[in-house]
């Protein structure tokens, strides 16, 4: 089965900087989208940044002009790049891949990671 393995959590200040790091044993599909998602406690998990193969991105609004996201698609690897972070970006973040093959769209989560900012 494919497996996402996530790194770079971690606990920074306010205003500090993180690079997570996310590699996939296989996409499954050329056509994939590479995402991270974060969930804190007593709230939904919610889609922070996703980029397609071919580079497109989307981002959550409270992220725009802080995280970028960025893929290395020799390596099934996609980062994260936070900066400027603040105490509600603390959450646990996840990894996640989709693949659509034909019809079908297939979900792949890596096991989390911990972002922590204090102030």
């Known amino acids: 089965q494919v497996q996402l393995v996530e790194s770079g959590g971690g606990q920074v200040q306010t205003g500090g900087s993180l690079r997570l790091s996310c590699t996939a044993s296989k996409l499954v599909s050329s056509n994939n989208v590479l995402g991270w998602y974060r969930q804190s406690p007593g709230k939904e998990r919610e889609l922070v940044a996703s980029?397609?193969?071919?580079?497109?991105?989307t981002y959550e609004d409270s992220v725009k002009g802080r995280f970028s996201i960025s893929r290395d698609n020799a390596k099934n690897t996609v980062y994260l790049q936070m900066n400027n972070l603040k105490p509600e970006d603390t959450a646990v973040y996840f990894c996640?891949?989709?693949?659509?093959?034909?019809?079908?769209?297939?979900?792949?989560w890596g096991q989390g990671t911990q972002v922590t900012v204090s102030s």
């Open positions: 996640n891949l989709k693949a659509r093959i034909l019809q079908t769209t297939s979900n792949y």
């Open positions: 980029i397609s193969r071919d580079g497109s991105t």
